[in-house]
């Protein structure tokens, strides 16, 4: 105890472990955080924003000679921007990870729900319909690469099943997922609609009896095999003059085998954009 009654409290030295020199000599491509939730405000086509929660990955190169990252600090930079994300800002934060990370490279990645007000196709009931969005933006110095991902069900309804049954034909739900890029900003409603209206039917969060019946008979006499919904919407996309690339997949979940089908078209050559703010 000192003379006035008070503990002096030494400095402490705290080892930085993650500076400490590697001599394994591996320089490793991305290194960081992966399943942060965060608010996240997106551009909405309706209602001009929409507010919902993403998970996110940060990440950056790591040079050779260092042993490793500091994690700490990709929550320091997401919480400097804000207590929302906003598109608009996804530029300054790879920056910001460049500059407090002391990186080449910078990445980041958002998932998020997305939802779309939807009205049965008979009835007329309105309804919330959700999808999944994602952003994956990466920059190298002031170059920015930009890629919007959107996942949707759909409706499928076998054409072979169709032509040799006497009775009805076998469907599924099916996803497709559009990954793009473009040179300016493309509403995810847009990708929405394009991905449905190449479906058999798209789907609905509530039907009464009419809307199922309805339903049901515009997928019948709109089959589609999994090979028809990627190139279906692979030519919406080839016709839309802001897409540059995209990546189309689509899946079906098989109701009448123990196996999925499967199919994907990419558009090649890849081309990079650079985004400006």
């Excluded at 930085?16 to 996240?40: A, N």
């Excluded at 990370?101 to 009205?119: D, G, N, Q, R």
């Excluded at 032509?163 to 409603?189: C, D, M, P, Y």
């Excluded at 990546?247 to 009448?256: F, G, L, P, R």
Aim: net charge positive.
């Amino acid at each position: 105890m000192s003379r006035t009654g008070k503990t002096k409290t030494a400095a402490v030295s705290l080892d930085d472990k993650q500076s400490e020199r590697d001599h394994r000599e591996l320089r490793i491509d991305k290194v960081g955080v992966r399943g942060l939730r965060f608010p996240i405000q997106v551009r909405d086509r309706t209602r001009r924003v929409q507010n919902t929660v993403a998970t996110l990955g940060m990440f950056v190169d790591l040079p050779k000679e260092f042993k490793g990252t500091h994690m700490s600090r990709f929550v320091e930079v997401l919480n400097a921007h804000g207590d929302v994300i906003h598109v608009e800002n996804i530029v300054d934060i790879l920056q910001s990870l460049q500059q407090k990370l002391h990186s080449a490279t910078s990445h980041i990645e958002v998932e998020f729900p997305y939802f779309m007000s939807k009205k049965s196709p008979v009835s007329r009931k309105e309804s919330l319909m959700d999808y999944i969005a994602r952003f994956d933006a990466a920059a190298c110095g002031q170059e920015t690469d930009f890629i919007l991902t959107v996942k949707v069900n759909v409706t499928t309804l076998c054409p072979c099943s169709k032509a040799i049954s006497r009775h009805g034909a076998h469907n599924q739900r099916g996803e497709v997922t559009v990954a793009l890029r473009f040179k300016k900003i493309i509403w995810i409603e847009e990708v929405i609609e394009m991905i449905e209206a190449s479906a058999s039917s798209e789907l609905y969060a509530l039907l009464k009896r009419q809307d199922e019946k309805a339903v049901t008979e515009r997928a019948y006499e709109n089959p589609v095999f999994v090979e028809d919904l990627v190139r279906n919407v692979a030519l919406r996309l080839n016709a839309h003059p802001l897409v540059t690339w995209y990546k189309v997949e689509a899946e079906n979940y098989e109701s009448i085998h123990n196996h999925n089908a499967y199919a994907c078209i990419e558009k090649r050559p890849e081309i990079r954009i650079k985004l400006v703010k």
